[in-house]
């Protein structure tokens, strides 16, 4: 079974550059993989942020950022605000019609 | 644009099958540009990849829930249901329906969501 690994926390000051990334338990992540990232609060549906790889949602600001980086997908937020503490998800397109969440990042401003 | 809205029992016993229909406005589900998912987060957790289908009836399924799922398309009312059979406390979750776009694989847009508990 297909693991895809995110980091379980991470602390932003406001104004600040984090990047969260997007992993697999065996094997590099590629384009191929049709990295896309969500962003949910508490009690709210995920909203998409960005999708194959680099593309930003419709009205999704330009401080949110993604690419590959390593082996890994990212996802870059850059100048922080307040209202960017969420959780973040990735998922992985595996081909065969099969989709694969990572675990998720929770991220905090402060 | 598209919208789409669950909707379902909010209380399924054990042992039994949850039943959800999402239902899809402001576009058809017909449309060869989409296929039509299911996605799920129990209570404090992360999300969970169910299924896809495509209006033609092709279906997709999440290895470690194939043999309890089954994703069915109405074309006719423009919705899509999910049955998950022989449910425990485990599959209690919030389902959500989302569309999945065939060029690009992403999610997109989202219902709501329904909270579904699993409770004798």
């Known amino acids: 079974q297909t693991v895809v690994t995110q980091e379980p926390s991470f602390s932003v000051s406001p104004g600040g550059t984090v990047t969260l990334t997007c992993g697999l338990s065996s094997g590099s992540v590629s384009t191929s993989y049709y990295p896309s990232w969500y962003q949910q609060t508490p009690g709210q549906a995920p909203h998409t942020l960005i999708y194959t790889t680099n593309t930003r949602s419709s009205g999704v600001p330009d401080r949110f950022s993604g690419s590959i980086l390593g082996n890994k997908a990212a996802l870059t937020i850059t100048g922080a605000q307040a209202d960017d503490e969420s959780d973040y998800y990735c998922?992985?397109?595996?081909?065969?019609?099969?989709?694969?969440f990572g675990t998720g990042t929770k991220v905090t401003v402060l | 644009q598209l919208q789409l809205q669950e909707s379902g029992p909010g209380l399924v016993k054990p042992s039994e099958t949850l039943s959800l229909t999402c239902t899809v406005s402001g576009g058809s589900i017909s449309s060869s540009s989409y296929y039509w998912g299911w996605i799920r987060q129990p209570p404090g957790k992360g999300l969970e990849w169910i299924g896809n289908?495509?209006?033609?009836?092709?279906?997709y399924y999440n290895p470690s829930l194939k043999s309890r799922v089954t994703i069915s398309v109405d074309t006719s009312k423009n919705q899509f249901s999910l049955k998950l059979s022989s449910v425990t406390a485990a599959d209690t979750a919030v389902y959500y329906c989302?569309?999945?776009?065939?060029?690009?694989?992403?999610?997109?847009?989202w219902g709501q969501g329904t909270l579904v508990t699993v409770s004798s």
């Open positions: 989302a569309s999945s776009s065939v060029f690009g694989n992403w999610f997109d847009p």
């Open positions: 289908i495509y209006y033609s009836g092709s279906t």
């Open positions: 998922v992985l397109y595996m081909g065969s019609g099969i989709y694969v």
